[in-house]
């Protein structure tokens, strides 16, 4: 009996045991799931607001907003990243390691957090920081790729450092006013349209020695071998730039927004791109004596522009001189086929249009002269055309037509039996340029005389100036020209430098040359305005002259020493 019952003992106690060991295992999952549902519960405590996206994951919590995870970041419509809601509680941005791209818009318009760093981004897309306006910094270590306008509108933002990007979009560090240095690596291969334009405070570009691709000359960023200027810094101070000869293409948006340029000349550009000039507010004259086609709104803003020289254009697009408040007259070519709307829209003070083709150049109705005072602006068109011009779309609302015959006149610079090109030739009615042999053509009315005179800073012409009486067309009106010391420069022998400013000047003109002088002032259209004499520190005063461009000549012993363009403002 005892054995029997030391038997149904153990059995009771096995049964017991197995009873016990299945009650622990349950109370061990159901104490890993409590304690799994505690930690989320905590984490999603830790986040104010969280959510998933793809491989990635993100939280915002006390204004930080941390993405972390290990992949691509998803694109979005400019308000569809997930944390767009919010984006005026972020104050932080933390992008963890394992983040290899930055989708597009996906921070746009988040503009109170100050710096960003995203340690294994590659890649960032389109419009991903637009308009961060607290942005000051960002450190992009291993980004090759920076999307269109990735970085546009970001005011504050002073520093990038982005040493082995391979592509910059276009527009990507547009509109930056604060980003006042770039530095361009090795690396890069591909460059867009207007990458800097219109960052206010850039003074200079610099581009790595080693890079196979692009270079910078006085911090303004080309192509490689100089036949494309891609980008001319905003904040640079110079108030004159003559495009390199090399150059034969010049960048979107390269100018925009350039405060202090005064002066441009561009020689051996055939096509002024989109918004090149746009709202260069200080512009007074540009010379382009081979442009053939302005595109839209390249010269959109610039309201202190008063002299264009374009003697070969044929097509003007939209809005391209809208705005130029300044421009009092005009000149278009025969070549001119094409005006597109809004033009020269808003040019309120244009009192003269000189027009030398028989065939009115196409235009949109009233749209393409809107707000040019066209009852009192005199349209000057050759004779026997004044009807057509009365009748056709866009020049119909002149009131104020002249007609008159034009003829031709043409001639040819040589220096030293060789030609010169892009000699300025001033006449009563325009100004035209010598071409690549050194000539250059003109056109005039029936029993017009006009006084030719040839203007090239650094050279003295014989004859001076040429008379003629026009009865035909003419050729052989040719002048011999002979390098003279620039303005700037040192004179020949060791003496002192004759020195014009201000460059644009005001009401009041100095001249310092240490010899006794004849100063004359010319206009465009080589007409003396102006003659005094000098001797040291000469104060011209220039208040009574109109706003325009002159040509200022320093003149001492029968020999022009010197002799530059003046903006008069």
């Known amino acids: 009996m005892f054995k029997q019952y030391n038997f149904n003992k153990k059995l009771c106690d096995s049964k017991q045991s197995a009873h016990s060991r299945k009650m622990t295992k349950s109370k061990i999952i159901f104490l890993c799931m409590a304690m799994l549902l505690c930690v989320v519960n905590s984490l999603a405590q830790e986040c104010d607001y969280s959510g998933t996206i793809g491989p990635l994951n993100w939280c915002l919590r006390d204004g930080t907003l941390t993405i972390s995870g290990e992949g691509e970041m998803s694109d979005y419509a400019w308000n569809g990243a997930p944390w767009y809601p919010y984006r005026e509680l972020i104050t932080n941005i933390v992008i963890e390691n394992g983040v290899t791209t930055i989708g597009d818009n996906a921070f746009m318009n988040c503009g109170s957090f100050a710096f960003v760093t995203m340690p294994s981004v590659t890649s960032i897309g389109s419009n991903a920081f637009m308009n961060c306006t607290s942005l000051a910094s960002v450190d992009m270590p291993n980004v090759t790729t920076i999307g269109i306008e990735a970085f546009r509108a970001c005011r504050s933002l002073a520093s990038v450092d982005m040493p082995n990007a391979t592509t910059i979009g276009n527009y ?338 100095f001249i310092e040359c240490e010899y006794n002088s004849t100063i004359k002032i010319h206009d465009i259209l080589g007409k003396e305005v102006l003659s005094q004499l000098g001797n040291g520190k000469t104060a011209i005063d220039i208040k009574l002259l109109p706003k325009g461009v002159y040509n200022v000549s320093v003149i001492s012993n029968g020999k022009v020493i010197g002799n530059n363009k003046v903006v008069k403002q």
């Open 172 to 509: 990507a560090f547009g509109d930056c006013t604060s980003l006042a240095s770039v530095s361009i690596p090795s690396s890069l291969t591909s460059i867009g349209r207007g990458p800097f334009s219109n960052c206010t405070s850039l003074t200079s570009i610099n581009v790595d020695s080693n890079n196979a691709n692009f270079a910078s000359e006085n911090g303004i960023l080309f192509n490689k071998n100089k036949t494309s200027l891609i980008q001319y810094p905003a904040g640079k101070h110079e108030t004159n730039y003559t495009v390199p000869n090399s150059v034969t293409t010049v960048g979107q948006s390269a100018f925009s927004g350039c405060s202090s340029l005064v002066s441009v000349v561009i020689p051996n550009v055939t096509t002024i791109e989109n918004f090149t000039f746009f709202e260069c507010g200080a512009l007074a004259s540009v010379e382009m004596p081979n442009v053939t086609t302005i595109r839209e709104n390249a010269f959109n803003g610039c309201t202190d522009l008063v002299y264009v020289e374009m003697p070969h254009v044929t097509t003007i697009d939209a809005n391209a001189f809208r705005g130029c408040t300044s421009l009092v007259s005009i000149t278009f070519p025969a070549s001119l086929t094409m005006i597109r709307a809004q033009a020269f829209a808003n040019c309120t003070s244009l009192e003269h249009i000189y027009c030398f083709s028989s065939t009115p150049p196409s235009a949109y109705n009233n749209s393409t002269f809107a707000s040019v005072p066209v009852t009192t602006c005199i349209l000057h068109v050759p004779v026997g055309t004044v009807d057509v011009y009365m009748g056709a779309n866009g020049w119909q609302e002149f009131t104020n037509v002249v007609g008159e015959t034009m003829y031709f006149a043409n001639g040819v610079v040589t220096i030293d039996e060789e030609p010169l090109p892009g000699v300025n030739i001033s006449y009563e009615g325009g100004l035209a340029t010598t071409n690549s042999a050194g000539n250059y053509t003109i056109t005039v009315s029936l029993g017009t005389t006009v006084t030719i005179t040839p203007h090239l800073s650094g050279y003295e012409f014989t004859p001076a100036s040429i008379t003629h009486t026009v009865t035909d067309d003419v050729a052989g009106l040719n002048f011999i020209a002979t390098k003279v010391v620039n303005i700037f420069n040192l004179l020949t022998s060791g003496n002192k430098p004759v020195i014009i400013y201000p460059n644009p000047a005001n009401d009041i003109l």
